[in-house]
């Protein structure tokens, strides 16, 4: 782990920065503790392709639940929406969505690290952020597992906001 102050590499268990003494809130990867993970407190989904781009995130704030987007619908254009307070409700639903879909156990399929990548071939980032886990991006060409479910569940935050 990293301290968040001076960049200093410190144990996962320490409270206090060894180099600048700076108070380090543990940050846990979320995958070492698989078998029970905490709940999601924000998840971001960015998808670009030839024909097709969108960009979602809801995430819990101070206890508040703020919703973004940027996307294009038919017939109204680019929808863009910047941390909407919306129903807790939401939330819960996509939590639930997270944990039945398996998402903490994807692995990042990340295209630039390929010898040979289509310059139009589709860009898809998946981040899951916890309190007190560092965030887990996954990146691939093509959207996480029900991912267009995903998509429409957003898209009807965005309807309702």
Known sequence: ???????????????????CAHPVKGVKNPQST??????ITGLRLNY???????????????????????????????????DVPVDPTYMRELREFVQENDYIHLTDNDPSTREYR????????????????????????????NGDELREFFKRIAEDA
């Open 48 to 82: 670009v392709a030839y024909r097709s781009h969108f960009r979602f995130s809801l995430r819990e704030k101070d206890g508040v639940v703020l919703f973004s987007c940027n996307y294009f619908k038919q017939g109204f254009g680019d929808i863009v929406q910047e």
């Open 118 to 145: 289509d310059s139009d071939e589709p860009d898809c980032n998946l981040t899951l952020e916890w309190e007190d886990y560092k965030s887990l991006l996954i990146r691939s060409t093509k959207l996480p597992p």
């Open 34 to 39: 698989m078998n029970n993970p905490e709940p």
């Open 1 to 19: 782990m990293f301290c968040p102050n001076c960049g200093a590499q410190i144990g996962d268990n320490f409270k206090f920065c060894s180099e």
